[in-house]
Structures are given as C-alpha cells and as structure tokens.
C-alpha cells in the first residue's frame, strides 16, 4: 500500500529552525508532485508549494515564497519543508500530498500530518 | 490568483436529508475542481476530483458538478458519518487554492 509517512510533531522557539520531513513509499515516489498544505488550529487549508522530487522543479504559493523551502531527496524518496527562523506564526499542523495530474490535478494521497508548536 | 468561495460556511441537516454545498471561483478553471471530506484530527481525504469524478471506494451519495466559475458537491443522504468539514480545491498550472470550508453537523 502507497503511504506518505510525515515525521513527528516538534516544538521549537521563536528563531530556530526547523526541518520536516514527508517519506513515500513505493517506487515511483519520483514520478509524482507532491505538496505542502498548512491548516493552523481551527483554520482552512492553504497550499504552501509543491515540488517534484524527479528532478526538485519547485513552485511555491506567494503567500509563503521566502517563508519556506522545499527540498526533495529521491534517493530516499523524501521530500521536506524547512524554516530558517520560526516564528510563533508557524504553529500550524502541516500535511504533504501527492499530486495526481492527468487533466487538471487533485490531491489523493496525504500524510498524516505532523504538527508544529512555536511557543517561548 | 484564482479565489474560492464556498457557501454556506456551515450547515445543520438530519440524517437522511439532501445535502448541498456550492463553490464558485473567481475566474474560469474549466472542471479543475476537487472536493476533499476533513474530520476532526484527521487529514483530508478527496472526494470529488475533476469536478464530478467519484474517487474509488467513496460511496456513491456523495457526487459533484459544474463547469467553468459554479460547482455544486451534494451528499443525497446525509449520515452520521459524513460529520466533518468539506473543502472545494481548484487547479491552475500547478497552483492551487482551497475554499474556505463547509462544516457539515447533524441537527
């Protein structure tokens, strides 16, 4: 069965920096896009960006370019999403989910999510 | 960039009504719409995609339509189970916006 496995909830002060990780399993993890998508507490889904690890191209949501990097590492069929300096702001559960696009494109595979706490 | 509307924000119906959520985008995305189910503390599970396509093993009271800028997701029989927030997704050119949220409670 094809998961994303998403690394475990974490919590960090304000300025630190923090790495997340989205595992795929099965082998044709570098042949799909996969996405970030944000939802703090009580709150709505936003997509964050999106990348293939096939070859890294990378396409970020404006609302989050330069808050945010994407990375992949096909080797190991991991993609992750990164801050250099977080703030309280970033307390957010974050979900990754491959991309299925064909005609237009849809979301079909998430991971369970991992869930981020900045607090001082 | 595109903007996604849904209405209403939330809703109350009894087990066994006819259940109707509408998403309208601000410009054209042709039948680039997805319709996700989110229950509490879990992760989304799509739907709906392109527009009207029932994804494999969702039961067949849940169906969409529409084309262009007005979507309607509708649950013909609404059980206990379908408790849980639903969100439209369009598609453009690998970006993507989600609507805000229909909550969905039994009366």
């Known amino acids: 069965e094809v998961q994303l496995v998403q690394s475990g909830a974490e919590v960090k002060k304000p300025g630190e920096s923090l790495k997340i990780s989205c595992k795929g399993s099965g082998n044709s993890f570098a042949s799909y896009w996969v996405a970030w998508v944000r939802q703090m507490s009580g709150k709505g889904l936003e997509w964050m960006g999106i990348i293939y690890p096939g070859d890294s191209d990378t396409k970020y949501s404006p609302s989050f370019q330069g808050q945010v990097t994407i990375s992949a590492d096909k080797s190991i069929s991991t993609v992750y999403l990164q801050w250099n300096s977080l703030k309280a702001s970033d307390t957010a559960m974050y979900y990754c989910a491959r991309l299925i696009s064909v005609s237009g494109g849809y979301f079909d595979l998430w991971g369970q999510g991992t869930l981020v706490t900045v607090s001082s | 960039d595109i903007q996604m509307t849904q209405s209403p924000s939330s809703l109350s119906a009894s087990v066994g009504d006819r259940v109707t959520i509408t998403c309208q985008a601000s410009?054209?995305?042709?039948?680039?719409l997805n319709w996700y189910q989110q229950k509490p503390g879990k992760a989304p599970k799509l739907l709906i995609y392109?527009?009207?396509k029932l994804e494999t093993g969702v039961p067949s009271r849940f169906s969409g339509s529409g084309s262009g800028t007005d979507f309607t997701f509708s649950i013909s029989s609404l059980q206990p189970e379908d408790i849980a927030t639903y969100y439209c997704q369009q598609y453009d050119d690998l970006l993507f916006t989600f609507g805000p949220g229909t909550k969905v409670d039994i009366k």
């Open positions: 410009q054209d995305i042709y039948n680039y």
């Open positions: 392109d527009a009207s």
